[in-house]
T-cell receptor, first 116, second 117 residues
Framework: DTAVSQTPKYLVTQMGNDKSIKCEQNLGHDTMYWYKQDSKKFLKIMFSYNNKELIINETVPNRFSPKSPDKAHLNLHINSLELGDSAVYFC???????????????FGPGTRLTVT | AQTVTQSQPEMSVQEAETVTLSCTYD???????LFWYKQPPSRQMILVIRQEAYKQQNATENRFSVNFQKAAKSFSLKISDSQLGDTAMYFCAFAYRQYSGNTPLVFGKGTRLSVIA
């Protein structure tokens, strides 16, 4: 019973290609996120969606485009891949705090993207 | 903007001993959450412990406890009776508490903990 799943777990591709990473959560959460973990292990928010609506869009190249077809899915599409895009990308989700007292983000297993 | 600082890039501890990981943060918010996440070599992000800023009592979860000093903006993690399975990267994280919806986590740069047999 995977709570937050991502596909694929590993992705190796060449510069200039376009690729997508899919994320699904079966927790009924309202908010989903994409984080990027660089080679030094630093984690930083990229996007946040609440009920399919973009809430946060940090300073990310417009080659990165998130898409949320429904509340349970948040996909990440990357155009014209560059060497610097190599990283681990994590999807996460959380319940709307208004309905829940505590606040926790559940993370997917991550997708290691390698651009050659 | 919120920032989270972990001043210890690497630490090691003998099995069964106690270790404390440091974290400080900077924010102008008064309502927020603080977290410690563990990332073992499998790279899965695992929530270790959570603290609500409005609660004065320090959170504990089995062998894990925190020392939350709100005025000093300090949030350290103590691991007692360290086990080999505790070997991992540990991230301190902050999220401010807003009226509705959720906010993303702001992470520190992590502390790599090695538990030695």
């Amino acid at each position: 019973d995977t709570a937050v799943s991502q596909t694929p777990k590993y992705l190796v591709t060449q510069m200039g290609n376009d690729k997508s990473i899919k994320c699904e959560q079966n927790l009924g959460h309202d908010t989903m996120y994409w984080y990027k973990q660089d080679s030094k292990k630093f984690l930083k928010i990229m996007f946040s969606y609440n009920n399919k609506e973009l809430i946060i869009n940090e300073t990310v190249p417009n080659r990165f485009s998130p898409k949320s077809p429904d509340k349970a899915h948040l996909n990440l599409h990357i155009n014209s891949l560059e060497l610097g895009d190599s990283a681990v990308y994590f999807c996460a989700s959380s319940q709307d705090r208004v309905r829940g007292e505590s606040y926790e983000q559940y993370f997917g297993p991550g997708t290691r993207l390698t651009v050659t | 903007a919120q920032t989270v600082t972990q001043s210890q890039p690497e630490m090691s501890v003998q099995e069964a001993e106690t270790v404390t990981l440091s974290c400080t943060y900077d924010t102008s918010e008064s309502n927020y959450y603080l977290f410690w996440y563990k990332q073992p070599p499998s790279r899965q992000m695992i929530l270790v412990i959570r603290q609500e800023a409005y609660k004065q009592q320090n959170a504990t979860e089995n062998r894990f406890s925190v020392n939350f000093q709100k005025a000093a903006k300090s949030f350290s993690l103590k691991i007692s009776d360290s086990q080999l399975g505790d070997t991992a990267m540990y991230f301190c994280a902050f999220a401010y508490r807003q009226y509705s919806g959720n906010t993303p986590l702001v992470f520190g740069k992590g502390t790599r903990l090695s538990v030695i047999a």
